[in-house]
């Protein structure tokens, strides 16, 4: 792409050469389009979030100090900026030593010995052991290794992880914690911990204490999104100042730390995906920000999809409204997500005015079967491209539509009525066509219960895609799209059943987009020929 800048003061000059090459490469066209829109943005921050147990149970063979200098090694020389690390295997097994919480496998339970799912926690045990006699400090460990190799450093608290509650009874399992059996009275039906207890909120408060005290190098986040559930059902409205005085002692306790050396440390906050389930489990999300009470508000959605529409913007002017200068990040589960995938859900989220990127559960439904620690190749590509804008640019993209985690179906019930279904979209495809560099769109839609004499017609952004670039193979709709594109941000696509061949209703099961791209430029077809090769 020549720059018009460029174009005034050099084009003359590569004229001549440029001539002669025509016949191999095709005729120079004069492009008027800039760059300005992969410009990199101010100084943000790539936040990835690591659960701390892989480093524990995934290891083999004799147990050595450098396996929990992984966590950080693994990062350096990616986009990752800061790491963090969870404070605790679940909420109350602490990897620190705690005067609060318990210890890592601070009990064995028969459960580790006679049930095959549980055979790793014979290993955290183990090694909890060994860091108890040996004294070792396996967060302290983390942190001074994160500072050594250039990378910010931060504790995260999952405020009321309930991953003990699943399989068998928590009695015998093995992630209960301590406070957990001898408080089963302050729990929710026996569940999850009640917050409306004081001495409940007395106990997280007393972790998050001993946390910035020892561990805050860069800040504390506390995760409110494993799991969300803090109050009985429905009574989270009324009692969201219970939460909010919480979060003020935290941000009282950073102040005060950061008082001592003169440092801004910064509180980062995980809560649910959308406002209304904020204010549901009691977050009082306007309130925090109002208050300037946190620097990072995560959305993340309680369920396991990688999702593509969280609903950012509506934060983004709730910060507005508020004045509150706090950065809003959508971070959705890494559950069933392709490298493509992540791409098109980032570039979703930039779009819409993220400025930071987050990384959750990254490693979880990507290290199946789990034998390696922690990326593969494909994955050390994805912490480059996911850092920004600018290295998303260009990148292959798969976006589905609103609400597909892992999808919602529309059945095509009636011939007279129009099914719209929306996608959104974070990459400009009118620019990349002007710019010549767009290789090619193609709109899929996935049908089940379909009869293959069905006939439909398809509209993008109520313009009816050329039933001849149409490609049908198993049940999947497949449209190269040329001169309709999809447009920057929110699209439409309706789709009519013009005949039905049968007493079977069709049903939309899916619908993406995906892009590829080349930097180099791409010919129009008329152009395009056997001299558009590589001239080497």
Same mark, same amino acid.
């Given at each position: ?246 979060? +003020? ?118 290290? +199946? ?168």
């Amino acid at each position: 792409m020549l720059l018009s800048t460029l174009r005034q003061t050099t084009a003359f000059l590569w004229y001549g050469t440029f001539l002669c090459l025509t016949t191999i490469w095709g005729p120079v066209k004069t492009l008027q389009a800039d760059d300005s829109d992969v410009r990199q943005a101010p100084p943000s921050r790539f936040f990835y979030n690591d659960d701390g147990d892989r480093a524990v149970f995934l290891a083999r063979g004799p147990f050595h100090i450098r396996q929990f200098h992984h966590s950080v090694d693994v990062l350096v020389g990616t986009g990752v900026t800061t790491l963090v690390y969870c404070a605790n295997f679940g909420s109350d097994q602490a990897y620190y030593p705690s005067r609060v919480a318990s210890s890592l496998g601070w009990r064995e339970v028969e459960n580790t010995r006679r049930n095959p799912r549980y055979t790793y926690f014979n290993r955290v045990r183990e090694v909890g052991e060994l860091l108890r006699k040996q004294k070792i400090d396996l967060l302290g460990t983390v942190m001074r290794r994160a500072e050594e190799q250039g990378l910010e450093f931060v504790p995260s608290l999952r405020m009321n992880d309930t991953h003990f509650l699943n399989k068998v009874p928590p009695e015998e399992h093995p992630l209960t914690g301590e406070f957990w059996l001898n408080n089963r009275d302050l729990t929710i039906d026996g569940g999850a911990l009640d917050f409306s207890h004081e001495k409940v909120r007395d106990y997280r408060n007393a972790q998050i204490a001993e946390l910035i005290t020892g561990y805050a190098t860069d800040g504390i986040e506390l995760d409110f999104s494993r799991q969300p559930t803090l109050f009985a059902p429905g009574s989270g409205r009324d009692k969201q100042n219970l939460i909010t005085d919480m979060v +003020e002692q935290c941000r009282w306790q950073l102040d005060q730390k950061n008082k001592q050396d003169g440092k801004r440390r910064f509180l980062i906050v995980r809560v649910p995906h959308t406002l209304e389930l904020c204010q549901y489990y009691g977050f009082d999300i306007g309130g925090w920000m109002m208050a300037n009470l946190v620097d990072y508000v995560v959305l993340a959605s309680p369920d396991r999809y990688f999702q593509f529409d969280i609903p950012l913007t509506s934060f983004l002017e709730l910060a507005t409204r508020t004045h509150s200068k706090c950065r809003l990040i959508a971070s959705p589960d890494s559950y069933a997500a392709t490298p493509s995938m992540y791409r098109a859900g980032t570039a979703n989220y930039y779009t819409m005015g993220q400025q930071d990127t987050y990384l959750f559960n990254f490693f979880t439904a990507r290290s +199946e079967p789990r034998e390696y620690y922690p990326f593969q190749d494909e994955d050390y590509a994805l912490l480059r491209d996911l850092k920004s804008p600018v290295t998303l640019w260009s990148r292959p993209k798969h976006f589905l539509s609103d609400g597909w985690f892992p999808g919602k179906s529309v059945t095509l019930e009636d011939a007279a009525q129009q099914y719209e279904i929306h996608l959104y979209v974070g990459d400009d495809l009118i620019r990349y066509q002007q710019d010549h560099t767009l290789k090619q769109a193609h709109l899929q839609i996935a049908f089940t219960q379909r009869h293959p004499d069905d006939e439909f017609e398809v509209s993008l952004n109520g313009q009816v895609l050329p039933h001849e670039q149409a490609d049908f193979q198993e049940n999947v709709y497949r449209f190269k799209l040329r001169e309709i594109l999809p447009k920057l941000g929110h699209n439409t696509i309706s789709i009519r059943v013009m005949r039905f061949a049968s007493q079977a209703r069709p049903i939309v099961s899916r619908v993406e987009l995906l892009t590829e791209y080349d930097i180099r430029g791409i010919l129009p077809d008329s152009e395009a020929g056997p001299h558009n090769s590589d001239p080497g």
